[in-house]
Structure formats: C-alpha cells, structure tokens
C-alpha cells in the first residue's frame, strides 16, 4: 500500500536551508495522469546540481519549494491509467534521470536531443525530485536498472555517468588520444576517467588532494596534475602529451578557472567539451581558438538510448560509482562537504 505522507528533503525558497519535512503528501495511485508512474526510492546520488539549484545560482530558475535530486534508483509502484504502450511495468526496477520528461514528438527530441525539447522536466528542478520516498517520474523516460547492478551502485550512473558518457560521445576522440580532466576527482570526473579508459583514451586527471589524486590514478589515470599545487599546468600537460598538448578537454568542475587554460593546453584541431556548470563566460582567447582550429562544444545530460548505454556499461561492472552511503537526512552536510571541494567520487543517499 502507498501511505498518504513520506519523508523528504525540501528547499522552500532560493537559498534557503534544507529541511527534512515528514509531512509530505504522497500521489496516489488513482490521482496520476497517463504517462505518469509512481516510483518507490532506494537510492538516490546526490549531483553537484542539486547544490546549484539549491543555491539557484543559475540564470534558469528552479521550482520551490523544491524537493531535489535527480540520479535515483527505485521501484515502479503504480502507473497512471490509460497510459499509452508503458514500457515499464509496476515492479521494474527504474532509475531516474535529470531529463524527467519530454514531448518526444519535436525536432530535438526526434533527431536525439531529448534534453533539448522546448516541453522538457527536469528531476529536482522544475518537478519534484528524488530526495523523497516517492517520487513522480514518466513511464517512456525512466531507465530500466539490469539486474547484475545493485540500486545503490546504479544511482549516479543516471547522472554523473550518462552526463559524461555522453559528454565523451562529443569529445572527437579516438583511442590512444590524450584527454584532461579537470575535476577528475568529483562525482562527474570519476567517471569520466573510467569511462575514458574503456575507450581506449590515455587519461590527464586534474583536481586537488591526495584522496582524490589516490582514486585518479587507482581508476587508470597516467598522470594527476594538483590544480592547488601546479605552477604551469599547461607547461605540464604539454610535458606529458609530448609536446603537442592534449587532443581533448572534458571539463566537469564546478567552477569557471577550470575552463581559462583548456584552449592552451589542447594541441591543434582539439575539442574543449564544457559540462560543469558555473554561470559565467567561457574566457578563450579567439585568436588561438581559430588558428588552433579548436572545437569548443557543449554537453548537456544525455537522452534515453545513452541512459541505457551508460548503466549497462556499469552493469557489466566495467565503471564502478565510488561513493559513500549516508542517509537522506546527511544532505545538508553533504552541501556543505561539496561546497568545500571534499568529496571524493560521490554521495549516495538510502532514501528512507
Ligand atoms: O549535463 C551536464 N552538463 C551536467 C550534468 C551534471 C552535472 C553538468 N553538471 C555540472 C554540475 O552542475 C557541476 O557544475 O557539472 C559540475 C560538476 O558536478 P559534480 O561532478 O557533481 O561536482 P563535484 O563532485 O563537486 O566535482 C567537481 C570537482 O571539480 C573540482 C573539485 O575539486 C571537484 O572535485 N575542481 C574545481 I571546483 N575547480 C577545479 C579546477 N580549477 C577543479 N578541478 C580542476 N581544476
Ligand atoms: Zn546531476
């Protein structure tokens, strides 16, 4: 039986703290539209998004009172009536992505852009998201979760790895390549140095701490360069690419600086792949861009198919999440470790 209130973790207005409400009214199963499930939550990762939207430092605003998170694994419970062809059905095992929704019937959504579509709903950002028992979600976006995962371990995949999956899908990338990483050591970047090594690329981690430099290298890095401690980060990545710079940048740190040097440091006909997300200018010198004949793209989340992709690579045990379980009353904590630059790999939350 679905009980009519759950325990959830909601940001009433910008800024404002998180508060762990036990009040919080459940959709039962008569009252969702077709096209909607009702999902029960295991585990849910907690995305340097969430912070963002927690601050709402972005120029797209989310919805509050907002309940967060948008990389969850759970169960299907309930699905609305009349639905049209669901291809889930109540039991599966589903996760749940950034891109909660979309029409499926546009240009973007049609050529593969499904994050892209006008009518698109975001997981924890303008709908309710998986920092809750229960969660809301559409029966045509939800990822089916392979059996030979478990919940906790399949979580951040529906975020962190499908975004970087994607992310090196657009790198122009080829084996024996050399990519950066900067924010190597965070919830994105963990996976993109796995991710990288399973194509075939020769992987530069960049981040800070010796925590983070330990899982870089134990993960199948060549080389870790401490962006704290560096003097000359270019003259080191030339240094280790022979001379000629990296082909590819793929920058998932949450901050600005990580993108000043990227055009530097690539060698010519490289691509600099923006996914962190700080609000600011991209600052590359356009003389270089040019004469370098650098590809500057940006990467946002991934769509259906790459969801798929992504989790049955961790499936097949090939991308481990590296994370610490806590339970969904540590979020407040877990901001404010983030905020600092001390997680290494990811959070993941037990969602009751
Ligand atoms: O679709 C997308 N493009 C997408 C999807 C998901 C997340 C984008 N994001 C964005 C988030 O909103 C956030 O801005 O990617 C960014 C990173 O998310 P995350 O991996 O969840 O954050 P994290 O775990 O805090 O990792 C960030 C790492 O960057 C390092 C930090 O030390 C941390 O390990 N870092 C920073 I901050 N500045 C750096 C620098 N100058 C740096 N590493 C290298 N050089
Ligand atoms: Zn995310």
Same mark, same amino acid.
């Given at each position: 039986?679905?009980?009519?209130?759950?325990?959830?973790?909601?940001? *009433?207005?910008?800024?404002?703290?998180?508060?762990?409400?036990?009040?919080?009214?459940?959709?039962?199963?008569?009252?969702?539209?077709?096209?909607?499930?009702?999902?029960?939550? *295991?585990? #849910?990762?907690?995305?340097? #998004?969430?912070?963002?939207?927690?601050?709402?430092?972005?120029?797209?605003?989310?919805?509050?009172?907002? =309940?967060?998170?948008?990389?969850?694994?759970?169960?299907?419970?309930?699905?609305? *009536?009349?639905?049209?062809?669901?291809?889930?059905?109540?039991?599966?095992?589903?996760?749940?992505?950034?891109?909660?929704?979309?029409?499926?019937?546009?240009?973007?959504?049609?050529?593969?852009?499904?994050?892209?579509?006008?009518? !698109?709903?975001?997981?924890?950002?303008?709908?309710?998201? #998986?920092?809750?028992?229960?969660?809301?979600?559409?029966?045509?976006?939800?990822?089916?979760?392979?059996?030979?995962?478990?919940?906790?371990?399949?979580?951040?995949?529906?975020?962190?790895?499908?975004?970087?999956?994607? %992310?090196?899908?657009?790198?122009?990338?080829?084996?024996?390549?050399?990519?950066?990483?900067?924010? %190597?050591?965070?919830?994105?970047?963990?996976?993109?140095?796995?991710?990288?090594?399973?194509?075939?690329?020769?992987? =530069?981690?960049?981040?800070?701490?010796? *925590?983070?430099?330990?899982?870089?290298?134990?993960?199948?890095?060549?080389?870790?360069?401490?962006?704290?401690?560096?003097?000359?980060?270019?003259?080191?990545?030339?240094?280790?690419?022979?001379?000629?710079? !990296?082909?590819? !940048?793929?920058? #998932?740190?949450?901050?600005?600086?990580?993108?000043?040097?990227?055009?530097?440091?690539?060698?010519?006909?490289?691509?600099?792949?923006?996914?962190?997300?700080?609000?600011?200018?991209?600052?590359?010198?356009?003389?270089?861009?040019?004469?370098?004949?650098?590809?500057?793209?940006?990467?946002?989340?991934?769509?259906?198919?790459?969801?798929?992709?992504?989790?049955?690579?961790?499936?097949?045990?090939?991308?481990?999440?590296?994370?610490?379980?806590?339970?969904?009353?540590?979020?407040?904590?877990?901001?404010?470790?983030?905020?600092?630059?001390? $997680? $290494?790999?990811?959070?993941?939350?037990?969602?009751?």
């Amino acid at each position: 039986t679905i009980p009519k209130t759950q325990v959830a973790a909601v940001v *009433e207005s910008i800024g404002a703290p998180i508060e762990i409400k036990h009040d919080q009214p459940v959709k039962q199963a008569s009252e969702l539209a077709p096209g909607e499930c009702l999902v029960k939550m *295991e585990y #849910t990762g907690v995305c340097h #998004t969430d912070l963002h939207a927690k601050k709402g430092d972005w120029p797209a605003k989310p919805n509050n009172p907002l =309940i967060g998170g948008h990389e969850g694994v759970g169960i299907v419970v309930a699905i609305g *009536e009349h639905s049209e062809r669901p291809p889930v059905k109540v039991g599966d095992r589903v996760g749940i992505k950034w891109l909660a929704n979309s029409c499926l019937d546009c240009e973007f959504c049609r050529k593969g852009f499904e994050q892209n579509c006008v009518k !698109a709903q975001l997981s924890g950002y303008t709908v309710d998201g #998986t920092f809750s028992q229960y969660v809301v979600s559409f029966v045509h976006h939800v990822t089916k979760i392979p059996e030979s995962i478990d919940s906790a371990s399949a979580a951040s995949i529906l975020c962190a790895g499908v975004t970087v999956y994607r %992310a090196l899908k657009n790198s122009n990338t080829h084996i024996g390549d050399f990519i950066v990483l900067p924010g %190597a050591g965070g919830g994105l970047g963990h996976l993109a140095v796995q991710y990288a090594v399973n194509m075939g690329l020769r992987v =530069i981690a960049i981040d800070t701490g010796a *925590e983070k430099q330990k899982l870089c290298l134990s993960l199948g890095a060549e080389k870790w360069i401490d962006f704290k401690q560096s003097t000359d980060i270019v003259k080191d990545i030339k240094d280790a690419t022979g001379g000629f710079g !990296a082909h590819a !940048a793929l920058v #998932t740190a949450s901050a600005s600086a990580a993108y000043e040097q990227a055009v530097d440091y690539l060698r010519p006909t490289g691509t600099l792949v923006a996914v962190g997300l700080p609000n600011a200018p991209l600052g590359a010198n356009i003389f270089w861009t040019v004469f370098k004949s650098i590809n500057i793209v940006g990467s946002y989340v991934g769509n259906r198919q790459d969801a798929i992709e992504a989790i049955e690579i961790a499936a097949a045990g090939k991308v481990k999440v590296h994370y610490e379980l806590k339970p969904l009353n540590a979020l407040k904590d877990v901001y404010e470790g983030m905020e600092a630059g001390k $997680v $290494v790999g990811r959070v993941v939350l037990k969602c009751e």
